[in-house]
Structures are given as C-alpha cells and as structure tokens.
C-alpha cells in the first residue's frame, strides 16, 4: 500500500508538472489517524477552484472543491482501514497521506482445532479469536479474549488471553468425557469439538468351548477414563494351539466384539485393540 501511495503521489505531481503547474498548494490532511467510518476534514487554503483526488483501499474519488474551505470526508470515503493518499491541484499540486485505523470491535469470529478429538490428551484442542469491527476491518489494537471450555455443565477452562496483532489463540487438554465439548469466546462465537473416547484400556475377554469351536467374547469395551469404545473398533482375538496359531478380526457392536474360533485341541485364547493386549484364558480340548 505505501509503494501506492508513492507512485499515485508522484503520478499527481508529474501531470501538474506537464501542464506547467509545478507550485506546491498547501492543505492539511488529519494529523491524528482516523476511526473507520468516521467523518473527517481536510483544511485548504488558498481561493479559487481546485480538484481534490482521494485513493484509499476502499475508495477511489475524485470532486471539484473551493479552496479556503474543508473538504469533508464522508462516512463511506473512510469504511476500510489503511493507508490514504489525498492530493489537491489548482495552480499547484499538492499530496499528503494518513490512515484510517479499524473502528470498535463489533463481532468475534472463531476458529477451534480439531472437530473431533480423543478424551485426555495433552494440548489436543486449540482455538483463535479475531475481532473486527462493522465494516469487517481486522481490529489490531490490543484486546483481551476471555475462553471458556466446558463439557455439559463442567467448567474445564477459564483463560483470559491478549490479542496479538489481531488475534488470541489457546491450546488446551481434551476433556475426560466422550461427547461434546463447548469452546466459547466472550460468549459470542461459540464452537464445538466432538470428544470421542480414546484407546481401549484394561481389555478383557472370555471364552468357552461350543460343538463348532470356541466362542470369545470381550467384556464391556472402555477406554482408561472409563468412556465406552465406539463401535466398529476392530478388536484381534488369537488362538495358539499345538498345530500353531489362528486370528480372527471382530468390530466392536453394541460394546462388546465377540468371535467364533476354530480349534479342536486346548487353545489359549488372546486379543488386542491396537497397542492395547488383553487378558489370556485358556480353553480345554473338545471332548
């Protein structure tokens, strides 16, 4: 933007230069930076009639003023933050530059890391807030971002954060909890992460002899906060006899994963759920 404002500035100057007109005009642009969406004047001096240029990230204008008299910027003329450049030519031009900062914040938009996450795992869940004010300008100027995490009506964190160049972000552990997990930015931009329980844990099975084989079966399948094992988890139930050794591959449904192996002899009867081992039971021979 300031390289566009130098060759705008210097584009100005050059056609005032063709036509002769090379005598500096003097005008006064603000001196303090201007709130977007905010009126402003620019003070002339000097009579008679004069072009007026504005150039800005949101506006290109140019009108017909008298000099000795304000030019007044228009709410519209200053909606997007940046830089403007303003120039005045008559029987001289002259440019000037100043900025336009972002007005009061107005919405927070926010952004939460992963959608769906494993319970009890460190700094699993992150998140960024970015205020903006009515125009949608990204405001920069410091602010403080309080987030909130909760799982149903436990309260998990409570952080006060400030902004950095326009944004505020956490990360946090995962909640205990399989289910939704609500992360609120200044109760105005609220998001969810959808806590799903982690790895097996404490896998237990049984098994007994039937007139086909051995059916196995787990206990109830958890993960180590206690949350239930989504079904579909594959669980691997390995039988080792004396002519070597057989696996089966079984889904969790409806909490359990159960299995029919075949084996006549004495088997001993294992299962894991990926890095998971569970308990051993041994099983007699067919009678």
Known sequence: MQRLLQVCSRVSLGVACLVGLCHAQDFQVPAAAVSAGDE??????????ATFYLIGPGVSRKSEVNLGE?????????????EYLASVCSSSCRSAGFYV??????????????SRVPVAQPDA??????????FHNLVLHPLTVNFQLSAGNALLL?????????????RALSGKSAGLLQVTADLSARRAVQQVA?????????????????????????D??????????IVTFTATTANGKSSVDAPIKRGVAQAQML????????????????????????P
Do not use: Y
Not at 224 to 233: H, I, R
């Open 40 to 49: 402003a004047d620019i003070s002339t001096t000097g009579s008679g009639k």
């Open 70 to 82: 304000s030019i007044r910027l228009q709410a519209q003329d200053t909606r997007t933050a940046g």
């Open 101 to 114: 900062n972002a007005a009061k914040p107005a919405s927070l938009t926010s952004l939460v890391h992963p």
């Open 125 to 134: 869940v992150s998140g960024v807030a970015l205020p903006f004010d009515q």
């Open 158 to 170: 409570s952080r006060s954060v400030p902004t950095q160049n326009g944004a505020a972000w956490f």
């Open 198 to 222: 982690s790895d097996p844990c404490n896998l237990r099975i049984t098994g007994q002899r039937t007139k086909v084989g051995i059916s196995v079966q787990t206990e109830p399948v958890r």
């Open 224 to 233: 180590c906060a206690g949350n239930s094992v989504p079904d579909g988890t």
């Open 263 to 286: 084996a006549s002899g004495a088997a001993s009867i294992s299962a894991a759920s990926g890095v998971v081992m569970g308990n051993e039971v041994r099983v007699g021979a067919q």
